[in-house]
């Protein structure tokens, strides 16, 4: 039999946000079985002394993060330009830089370009060139962002726009862009993800990031698992927001 | 109009066009027809100038067809409809106005619901293509062809992904347009719209203009390509 609390309660569960708030409270919850059951006691009073250096590690992954994501964006459209170009060279180019990319390890990409490439140009300032490795590194992804978007506007359009001659700026503002950036948006958050993350290899470089932050501050404390859960902690502070921001562009520059 | 072609060659992976030399002069609607393949797409997109020919000149109203300022004033109608899907019909026609032609919003909304007037779809001017029918999009491609106040308006096949009902709404607004005193040159497969509203006739076969004239030689052809072509289309 079905009474008004049956009803009363699906109605709840249906709710959007209380699903959310659900979902939330379920990983919370894990957590703080694990915490509990953990046998050490859990405090992160330990790492109060290193609050200014995780902070700056904590700006200084969102900067990194910010300028490699501008970086590779811009060179990724470069590259696009290239493979979708009349120059046989600049296809091929393209092709052979994205295949040795996709087989390279992030990591051995930062050390090499900080310590091999950067000497042989005379470049010692390593942080920049981790920096460059890191825009380097995702350059083909952006490129397929790119690609995997702007294969949605069909040859009639660009016709189209040639015959009433749009500029190249008026036929992204106007055309390709509004009509891409449903199908840009997504792809181009998991980018950024893969980079905030991504930054935390330059730790190899000792640029003082989030994760070479805690990594010293954990070396002076001794309290790993707080610092590991620490990191994670703030990771997460980064990256939901923006994945937020990102739904809500979205939602305001589609059709 | 003038329609001028010196030897005229045009190749994609194979040559379409043979050194076409021709001379038109004094026509107002000129149809291209012809089977599939016999190169009459690739004269009409020639002609407009959306493409450029590998060898030889075209000469329409004594514009060079290259030439930008004919490119400017040049209506084309593509076979499916070729509207920006994320725009409204009338935005369709303000973006092409205020953007490439610097004409201002508001006088661009006035040029824009004229011309979607003309072809009767005063009603449809807030919707996006995909929410009208295929034969009121591709009126509202026409309506944004005329916005731009063209002197020659290039139509390829317009009707040929639309059923018979909707093909007969889109040829009645286009035969209502000969009042505007506009000049046509268009790609069709539908006869009776090349003998109602066409006053000049080129029948290309296997890239060549094989047999040209008046509407009548579709009654009484000469050539025997023409002659098997109205005996299969018929």
Redesign the interface.
Known sequence: MKTWVDTDLTSILMNKTVSYILAIFTIVAFVTIVILRSTSGFSLSSFTPYKSLIISGFFNTIYVSIVSLFGSLILGFVFYEFSISKSKYLIAFTDVFTEIIYGTPLLVLIVISAFVIGPAFNTYNRNLMGIAALIIYMTPYMKNVYKSAFSSITE??Y??M?????TPF?RYR??II??VIRILMPPLMNNFSLIIKGSALLNVLSYNELYYAIRVAQSKTFDFVEGYLLMWVIYLVITIPLSQLTKYIERRWA? | MKLELKNLSHSYDVEVLHDLNFKLDNYKSVAIIGVSGSGKSTLIRLLSGLEKPTTGELFVDGYAVQDEEYRRQVGFVFQNHNLFPHLTLKRNITLVLEKTRGIDKIKAEEIALKYLSLLHLEDQVDKIPKNVSGGQAQRASIARALSIDPDVIFLDEPTSSLDPILTHEVLTAIEELLELGKQFIFVTHVMSFVKDFADYVLYMDSGNITEHGTPDILDNPKTKELQGFMSRVR
């Open positions: 009639e359009q016709m189209a040639d015959l009433f001659g749009f008026q106007y055309i509004p009509q059709l």
